[in-house]
Nanobody, 127 residues
Framework: QVQLVESGGGLAQTGGSLRLSCVVS????????MGWFRQAPGKGREFVSA????????NYLESVKGRFTISRDNAKSTVYLQMNDLKFEDTATYYC????????????????????WGQGTQVTVSS
């Protein structure tokens, strides 16, 4: 049984920082790319960032480039999302997800390409 457990969300002020973590169990974490998505109230789920199974390749939503950093620790089966210079529009529930294809070449931003998801962690940014 594959499980993803997120943590690290909370309340931050504009310009502040948060670090999200996602621990994966039940799948060989080292072999799969990981993604972060978010969903704000009344909006659809939006791709935020992805990291390849090797950790060598990353991709970001344009609006978070230069502010967010995705990383992974394969020894801990954990993926992180460091969020700096937070803006009000970053307020959302954030989800981590595991790519459905082992050893995928490249990265995908498509939600349906990820087959297991965490429960979500709320990030609220106030001015």
């Amino acid at each position: 049984q594959v499980q993803l457990v997120e943590s690290g969300g909370g309340l931050a002020q504009t310009g502040g920082s948060l670090r999200l973590s996602c621990v994966v169990s039940g799948r060989n974490f080292n072999n799969y790319a990981m993604g972060w998505f978010r969903q704000a109230p009344g909006k659809g789920r939006e791709f935020v960032s992805a990291i390849s199974w090797s950790g060598k390749n990353t991709n970001y939503l344009e609006s978070v480039k230069g502010r967010f950093t995705i990383s992974r620790d394969n020894a801990k089966s954990t993926v992180y999302l460091q969020m700096n210079d937070l803006k009000f529009e970053d307020t959302a529930t954030y989800y981590c997800a595991v790519d459905r294809i082992e050893w995928r070449f490249g990265l995908t931003m498509v939600a349906s390409d990820y087959d297991y998801w965490g429960q979500g962690t709320q990030v609220t940014v106030s001015s």
